[in-house]
């Protein structure tokens, strides 16, 4: 069981460049996250899906879109990229129902500089 | 979502229990409490969960007060890998519905340090 995988773990992009991170889970899970980690700071939500088709901004959107076709995968998309976007990048992914506030399962990270 | 306070940093012997307090004095009656720590910027490690009774698991015991406004996380026995920073969240779980579709906010967290 894979859990949650992000590709690729590193990447350096030059201003302007466009880039997608990709995110994939294998625990057939509804709700999917994507959150950014500043050095020091803590985790903030960039954006979040219920399940399929269905996308909504979290804290920190500007400067990314997502997309959710399948249950599987939801890939976060860097238009433009500015030094400002130099970050970690954690996907996650949670169960939608049953009782007993469902565990949210994180990805190992992906590490952005923006140069 | 409700707010959490914790101490910025704190120390702790091998060897000996860990106690780290969370204060979350505006949770809702449908927020849970939840622990995860985070290792080197390694993704965030799932540590506990709790709703009003305390739990225990294999990694940790959770004690949520009867009022439900603060919580320690107790490390029985911890050791120099339990050195991590440690986030305390309260998150309504998406089967609760409503608009907060189960996401966490993190806040700054508690680094712990265990020394030998």
């Known amino acids: 069981n894979a859990g949650v995988t992000q590709t690729p773990k590193f990447r350096i992009l030059k201003i302007g460049q466009s880039m997608t991170l990709q995110c994939a889970q294998d625990m057939n899970h509804n709700y999917m996250y994507w959150y950014r980690q500043d050095p020091g700071m803590g985790l903030k939500l960039i954006y979040y899906s219920v399940g399929a088709g269905i996308t909504d901004k979290g804290e920190v959107p500007n400067g990314y879109n997502v997309s959710r076709s399948t249950t599987e995968d939801f890939p976060l998309r860097l238009e433009l990229a500015a030094p400002s976007q130099t970050s970690v990048y954690f996907c996650?992914?949670?169960?939608?129902?049953?009782?007993?506030?469902?565990?949210?399962?994180f990805g190992e990270g992906s590490w952005l500089t923006v140069v | 979502d409700a707010k959490t306070t914790q101490p910025t940093s704190m120390d702790c012997a091998e060897g000996r229990a860990a106690n780290l307090p969370c204060n979350h004095s505006t949770i809702s009656g449908n927020e849970y409490v939840y622990w995860y720590r985070q290792i080197h910027s390694q993704g965030p490690q799932y540590i506990i969960h709790?709703?009003?009774n305390n739990e225990t698991n294999e990694m940790a015991s959770l004690i949520i007060t009867e009022d439900r406004k603060s919580s320690t996380l107790i490390l029985p026995h911890a050791t120099l890998r339990d050195t991590a920073v440690y986030y305390c969240i309260v998150r309504v779980p998406p089967s609760a519905g409503g608009t907060s579709y189960g996401k966490l906010t993190f806040g700054q967290g508690t680094i712990l340090t265990v020394h030998p």
């Open positions: 996650a992914s949670s169960a939608r129902g049953g009782e007993g506030g469902n565990t949210i399962y």
């Open positions: 709790g709703l009003k």
